[in-house]
């Protein structure tokens, strides 16, 4: 078979059953009225039980999670919020919305989160927060960076959402932050097409989620007596009804994607100069994106293996860019004065790889995408 006849490897797919359709055509059916959003709040209920937390709101996706967060917690101009360097740009874009700073920082080399002794050198009278994001399944320090935002008096929020799953010290993925949000977009653990979950302990911060998340309406108004201007940050029933199916299997998925990692990492395991998803003593990833880093800064980069790849008929995705890097940032100094002359991120940046990590994938085509992958190396 030659490669022209190979069917295509997406890079990734979910995993949909008959009861995702059964319980969506039901909500369609029966989500209005008095009944509105009771998929809503099973859904929530879902989500803060695993987390354990003792409050979650849906939205439409992580972002406006962040953007609650940040909006809850008062930060706005003046404010500095530190953030990694190399994340996926929804992860910071929202310290903008609410018009502060953000100050971008260096990662570690082996989780690929944030480097906690980077964002303490990088604390200044006028840092509000920070956000720590768990890349790609991986788990921040969260004990190092809780202690770092209570010594400072900071909001610490946790960028959960790709890592639905992993957990850090026995503790569910969510639960280290002040508040926490997740994403259910079409490429992550659980799907709701689009969609996200803002988490919290905190009853307080939670009744500023509520109100600011339906255009500043006081609790109970049924009036639209709208007492200041806000946001409309809400998810379908529809859309909730899907995540409810998806939460009842999560332990049959999470231990899908560990398999799908498993399988790579037998099959690259004779490789030197690549480095695969860590997985530290302390954490249990959930492998969101099996991913790939050539340790050669020499070598061919990110969009090089991705070309090569894609002509053996095997979708792929670029690790995420420096944000420092981004046309959206260039010229932005006071974002990236606390960076050193050649972070750490540079690396991963420039020649981490996410390969193929839906639930379709078989051992058969994990062994297709590795030898091909061994092969565009020279390994």
């Given at each position: 078979m030659t490669t022209e006849d190979l069917p295509r490897i997406p890079v990734a797919a979910p995993s949909i059953t008959a009861r995702e359709g059964d319980l969506a055509r039901e909500a369609a059916l029966n989500a209005w009225g008095p009944g509105h959003y009771a998929y809503n709040a099973r859904f929530e209920a879902m989500m803060a039980g695993h987390v354990g937390v003792a409050h979650a709101a849906s939205l439409p996706h992580a972002t406006s999670g962040l953007h609650l967060a940040l909006a809850a917690a008062g930060i706005g101009p003046g404010d500095e919020v530190i953030g990694p360097d190399v994340t996926w740009i929804a992860s910071m874009a929202p310290v903008s919305y609410v018009g502060a700073t953000p100050v971008f920082v260096d990662i570690l080399p082996d989780t690929w989160c944030l480097d906690p002794a980077a964002v303490e050198a990088a604390i200044t009278p006028r840092t509000r927060a920070i956000i720590g994001v768990d890349l790609y399944g991986s788990m921040c320090d969260w004990t190092r960076l809780r202690d770092i935002a209570d010594r400072h008096d900071l909001v610490l929020i946790e960028d959960a959402a790709e890592a639905l799953g992993s957990t850090f010290q026995g503790r569910a993925a969510g639960a280290f932050g002040d508040m926490a949000v997740f994403s259910f977009h079409g490429s992550k653990t659980i799907t709701t097409g689009e969609g996200g979950m803002i988490v919290t302990d905190d009853a307080a911060l939670f009744a500023r989620i509520q109100k600011l998340r339906d255009h500043g309406r006081p609790?109970?108004?049924r009036f639209f007596q709208n007492d200041e201007v806000a946001f409309k940050y809400k998810m379908s029933g529809v859309q909730a009804a899907l995540g409810i199916a998806q939460m009842e299997r999560l332990d049959d998925l999470i231990a899908q994607k560990r398999q799908i990692f498993q399988w790579y990492a037998e099959r690259l395991?004779?490789?030197e100069g690549i480095a695969l998803n860590a997985e530290p003593q302390s954490v249990r990833n959930s492998y969101w994106m099996v991913t790939v880093v050539p340790r050669n800064p020499e070598g061919p980069d990110k969009f090089a293996i991705q070309a090569a790849l894609s002509e053996q008929a095997i979708d792929s995705?670029?690790?995420?860019?420096?944000?420092t890097t981004?046309?959206?940032y260039r010229g932005r100094t006071e974002c990236a004065r606390f960076l050193p002359g050649r972070p750490r991120g540079d690396l991963m940046a420039r020649n981490g790889v996410n390969l193929p990590s839906g639930y379709n994938m078989t051992e058969a085509l994990v062994d297709r995408v590795s030898g091909a992958?061994?092969?565009?190396?020279?390994?």
């Open positions: 609790p109970g108004d395991a004779g490789l995705r670029p690790f995420f860019s420096r944000l981004l046309q959206a992958l061994t092969r565009i190396l020279g390994l």
